[in-house]
């Protein structure tokens, strides 16, 4: 059964966490695809990921590219040649993300609208049984 977790921010700086949490997950050895709510937020955080810190280096693609190479791929929807071990979600959605991981993570930002639809999914996951966390940050 997937894991659901939801990380709840004080702020809107969800792609300044994502990149913090992507260098984590990385570096503890996961294929990860993210799922950004659209093209510009994709571009956006790949530029992050090569100029958040100084010193450290987090392999990642666009989807797009002709070889999936890279333990991190980011876009809009995971490509079938890809079988991420997490499912990091930078999207505001509504219903469970559809995931071949086994852990689907969710960044929330301070942002009503995004809040309210975060608390009805996890609500649902929980009343159908799916195992959901929720940590605040």
Request: net charge negative.
């Amino acid at each position: 059964m997937t894991q659901h977790d939801f990380y709840i921010l004080k702020d809107d700086a969800y792609l300044a966490f994502a990149c913090r949490l992507l260098e984590k997950v990385y570096k503890q050895g996961y294929r990860i695809f993210v799922q950004t709510k659209d093209e510009a937020d994709a571009n956006m955080l790949d530029k992050l990921l090569w100029t958040y810190k100084d010193i450290s280096f987090v392999p990642h693609q666009l989807v797009g590219a002709e070889h999936l190479a890279a333990p991190i791929v980011i876009g809009q929807a995971t490509p079938d040649a890809f079988s991420p071990d997490i499912t990091l979600v930078l999207a505001n959605v509504e219903a469970p993300v559809a995931s071949k991981s086994e852990r689907v993570l969710y960044v929330v930002p301070n942002q009503p609208a995004w809040k309210q639809a975060s608390r009805q999914l996890y609500q649902a996951l929980q009343s159908s049984g799916t195992n959901a966390e929720v940590h605040h940050i």
